[in-house]
C-alpha cells in the first residue's frame, strides 16, 4: 500500500521560511518522480515544484528563486525549502508520487501553510 505523509505546514509571517518534508512507503522511492503541487481556496491544484529520480529539477515561476525541491533515498523522503514567503503561498500542499511503468499518480494528505501578510 502506497502512503505519502506530508508535514512540516504551519502559519508563518510573510518573509518567513518552512521546509515541507514528504515521507513514502510502498514505492520504489529512488526510481520515483516526486512533485509538491498546492491548492488554495477556490483555485485549482498547481504544480509547484518537481525533482526526477536523476535529481533534475523544476519549478514554477511564482516560485523560482525562493522554493527548493530536494529528496533524501536513504530516508524515502522529498523536501520543499520554501523562503520569502508570501501571502499568495498561502494553500494546502500536495505531495505525489509518479512511479516509472505505473500508469498513475500517488497523493498525499496535504499539508496547510498560512502565510500572514
Known amino acids: 500500500q502506497v502512503q505519502l505523509v506530508e508535514s512540516g505546514g504551519n502559519l508563518v509571517q510573510a518573509g518567513g521560511s518552512l521546509r515541507l518534508s514528504c515521507e513514502a512507503s510502498?514505492?520504489?522511492?529512488?526510481?520515483?518522480?516526486m512533485r509538491w503541487f498546492r491548492q488554495a481556496p477556490g483555485k485549482q491544484r498547481e504544480l509547484v515544484a518537481g525533482i526526477s529520480s536523476t535529481r533534475d529539477t523544476n519549478y514554477a515561476d511564482s516560485v523560482k528563486g525562493r522554493f527548493t525541491i530536494s529528496r533524501d533515498n536513504a530516508k524515502n523522503t522529498v523536501y520543499l525549502q520554501m523562503n520569502s514567503l508570501k501571502p499568495e503561498d498561502t494553500a494546502v500542499y500536495y505531495c505525489n508520487a509518479k512511479p516509472p511503468g505505473v500508469f498513475r499518480v500517488y497523493w498525499g494528505q496535504g499539508t496547510q501553510v498560512t502565510v500572514s501578510s
Open positions: 510502498g514505492i520504489i522511492f529512488r526510481v520515483a518522480t
